[in-house]
């Protein structure tokens, strides 16, 4: 018995993905059941998409598409930790150079109506991003854990023209501006900091997006799942 104990463990330890509940074809009512509120929600028309700190889960009518896994898997470590063999130095420039790449600057505008003659002339998307820079604390913790991050600034520099629509309370910004962000406020039914509305080129709205845990990739791992049910 203990060695048939043993073996079915074994076994487990090799197959995680099937200890994961939902599976694709369950409901969202299955999903909410199984592993409670997400971390994040986006939607748009008929697809959704669910994010929780291990998993990105793809809804469809209502029903599991697609489920992604956010984290690393259990063979990882034991990978990274095999040191490489003697006779190929060729093979270890290559994580040695990893630290040394630096994606550049994130660049800011506060004209949406350029950003979107941009994002048009250059086949980008739109990053409405919504935040009271000098008091919001959600807005800082989605700045510093987000968004200033090398993974999210590689990102952007290839896919996103930034807006920053600010809502301060301890500075004025100019009229003009502080009509711009009402007006845009307004039309994306906006009710908190921060918030995220990611727009076509051609000014379609794919969805909106919000703070998470756990860094920059349960988010754009989200940011890509939205735009790739806006570009169907």
Not at 88 to 101: D, E, F
Request: hydrophobic share 40%; glycine share 8%; with cysteine.
């Amino acid at each position: 018995m203990r060695r048939l104990t043993l073996l079915l463990s074994g076994i487990a330890a090799l197959l995680p993905c099937q200890l994961f509940a939902v599976q694709v074809g369950d409901t969202q009512e299955d999903v909410l059941n199984e592993l409670g509120r997400p971390a994040g929600q986006i939607g748009s028309g008929t697809t959704q998409v669910l994010t929780y700190p291990t998993h990105v889960i793809r809804l469809a009518n209502g029903k599991v598409t697609s489920i992604k896994v956010t984290t690393a898997s259990p063979a990882t470590p034991s990978a990274r930790a095999t040191p490489a063999p003697a006779t190929s130095p060729a093979t270890s420039p290559k994580p040695a150079a990893s630290p040394a790449v630096k994606a550049p600057p994130l660049v800011w505008t506060t004209d949406a109506n350029a950003a979107q003659q941009q994002a048009l002339a250059e086949n980008k998307k739109v990053f409405l991003f919504f935040t009271g820079s000098d008091w919001c604390g959600w807005c800082k913790k989605f700045d510093a854990e987000i968004l200033e991050t090398t993974a999210f600034r590689a990102y952007a520099a290839h896919k996103l023209v930034l807006v920053k629509l600010d809502f301060p309370r301890t500075f004025k910004l100019p009229e003009p501006l502080v009509l711009q962000n009402r007006i845009l406020s307004k039309k994306y039914r906006i009710d908190g900091y921060p918030t995220v509305v990611v727009v076509n080129p051609d000014g379609k709205t794919l969805g909106n997006l919000g703070y998470q845990p756990g860094g920059p990739d349960p988010f754009l791992m989200a940011l890509m799942e939205l735009e790739a049910g806006g570009a169907k």
